[in-house]
């Protein structure tokens, strides 16, 4: 039996997460939502979740002794970060007067900013709340049966920037351009959440089930 596992630290939207991933595995998988790592060290394939303030996410992170779980699972297997899971694998967040976070790959994460305006010059709500589209920058395994600029659900205030081409995999509008998704050989990030994004969400959790870490 093949597990993954998607982390517990106690933020996020892990019920959901979890709920969605048991959806799309097939009959010789199995899903386990943990906060032990060494379930996490043992598992074939890791999804890590996050919501709220990267402040609190690093502490929890910490407090449950899952930073070398996490650094470890980014660096040996199939790999799953989705929003704040996404943005703590950069260096560091301007959130909270700035955070440092776990410095796998370079980025910074910025704050939207107040006003934000759209092309029209017309104030955009901050945090950047529903559907929008994602287009895909390059190919990978987990864009499978996925359009370019399907539509993902995001729930956020602050956003991803990084210089290196290589990373980015998925790029968003909202006010201004950003990088709404990363992916490094075994791993793929998103600032969306597929659990919450209808058929396109399931579809990549469906890919990453059945992905091997190979792009």
């Known amino acids: 039996m093949h597990t993954i596992a998607v982390i517990d630290y106690g933020m996020g939207n892990l019920h959901s997460v979890t709920k969605a991933l048991e959806h799309v595995v097939d009959q ?11 379930i996490v060290s043992e598992a074939d394939k890791v999804v ?15 407090e449950h002794g899952l930073r070398e779980t996490v650094q470890d699972a980014a660096n040996n297997k199939p790999f799953l970060g989705i929003c704040m899971g ?6 560091a967040s301007e959130e909270n ?6 410095a796998l ?5 910025r704050y939207f900013g107040d006003p934000l305006l759209d092309e029209n010059n017309e104030r955009l709500k901050v945090p950047h709340m529903g559907w929008n589209q994602v287009r895909q920058t390059r190919e990978h395994p987990l864009w499978h049966k996925i359009a ?16 290196a081409a290589d990373l980015e995999i998925g790029h968003c509008n909202y006010g201004k351009s950003f990088t709404c ?11 969306c959440h597929p659990e919450k994004s209808a058929d ?3 579809q990549l959790l469906t890919n990453f089930a059945q992905w091997d870490g190979e792009v």
């Open 200 to 202: 396109a969400g399931l």
């Open 28 to 38: 010789n998988q199995q899903v386990i939502l943990t906060s032990s790592p060494e």
């Open 97 to 102: 007067g700035g955070t440092d976070c776990l």
């Open 105 to 109: 790959y370079p980025g910074e994460v």
């Open 48 to 62: 890590f979740p996050g919501q709220g303030a990267a402040r609190d996410c690093m502490l929890a992170i910490d």
């Open 86 to 91: 996404m943005q703590v694998l950069v260096h």
């Open 181 to 191: 998704a990363i992916a490094k050989d075994n791993v793929f990030a998103m600032q």
């Open 148 to 163: 370019d600029n399907s539509r993902f659900y995001f729930v956020h205030s602050y956003y991803l920037e990084t210089e």
